[in-house]
């Protein structure tokens, strides 16, 4: 059974994420929980507060952010009976990062999935700085959906990769399970000045490979290094409906995750971007 966590601030780009969540699992069994973290909202807004006023308002928040998360899932209920679905919800008295840390342990989760940004967020930056946390400190893959993305069927996958580092199987056989699925071709974009592949790349290549056996399958090569510029044309060129790419020291997207902004990058995502962790997990 695949679980999945949702985490919510009730808005409509959140809804549109958990719509899509369900269209994206809809023919896995899976366990969808939609949570919303409100020890920030609780903190600032009780910073002179006695403590006895204190736990009353937190009490309050939390009841009100449970009937709110049962408001969601009665709506996911109304979307979708799928038999294959179940719908559970989790109001979190911790900072959004460590709460859903702790439900993709506690549930061993497959991913996380959210919308790009919520109502806060200014409508010229590509993702909002919720989602920018969750991409960068949870150990989960994440998979953010942008704002009014109201889905295509998943049919083109694109995956730029340098083959330096050694994949997770886990999470390789997450994107291939998807891409199985909805018999999607899965694209991998190679972008370098080389023309020739070191010995490590080829050994990364060949786990990456081995994990697709059942997939459609492209591999892709571009000379050059403008990194940026290549996922922009090839995702235009190939139509595609997901981008996906690895979180890891020393990567591209650590680079526009830490150091910069994709704003500044320059990076196009219009489409769910799939942002694998590169960690070890059960």
């Given at each position: 059974m695949r679980t999945i966590i949702i985490p919510t601030d009730f808005s409509e780009t959140a809804m549109n994420a958990i719509r899509y969540s369900m269209e994206l699992f809809k023919y896995e069994k899976s366990k969808f929980i939609v949570t919303n973290a409100f020890a920030d909202e609780v903190y600032e807004n009780t910073m002179e507060m006695d403590r006895e006023f204190f736990e009353e308002y937190r009490d309050k928040v939390e009841s009100a952010t449970d009937r709110l998360l049962q408001k969601v899932v009665a709506e996911m209920l109304q979307i979708s009976g799928n038999p294959k679905h179940s719908y559970h919800y989790k109001p979190l008295f911790e900072s959004l990062v460590d709460g859903v840390n702790d439900l993709v342990d506690k549930h061993n989760a497959d991913a996380v999935l959210m919308g790009t940004k919520g109502n806060s967020n200014c409508d010229d930056v590509t993702f909002g700085s919720q989602t920018l946390q969750v991409i960068k400190y949870?150990?989960?893959?994440?998979?953010?959906?942008?704002?009014?993305?109201?889905?295509?069927?998943?049919?083109?996958?694109?995956?730029?990769?340098?083959?330096?580092?050694?994949f997770k199987r886990r999470e390789l056989k997450l994107v291939s399970t998807l891409a199985a699925r909805f018999a999607s071709m899965v694209h991998f974009l190679h972008i370098s000045e080389a023309k020739e592949l070191s010995h490590r790349q080829k050994d990364n290549k060949a786990i990456a490979s081995c994990s697709f056996q059942e997939n459609q399958v492209s591999h892709i090569r571009v000379p050059g290094k403008d990194i940026t510029q290549a996922i922009n044309k090839t995702m235009t060129a190939s139509s595609v409906d997901m981008l996906v790419m690895v979180n890891q020291r020393h990567s591209y997207l650590e680079n526009i995750l830490y150091r910069s902004t994709i704003e500044k990058i320059g990076l196009d995502i219009k489409i769910p971007f799939l942002v694998l962790q590169n960690l070890q997990r059960h």
């Open positions: 949870v150990k989960c893959p994440v998979i953010a959906v942008p704002v009014g993305y109201h889905g295509h069927p998943l049919k083109n996958i694109l995956f730029p990769t340098d083959y330096m580092l050694p």
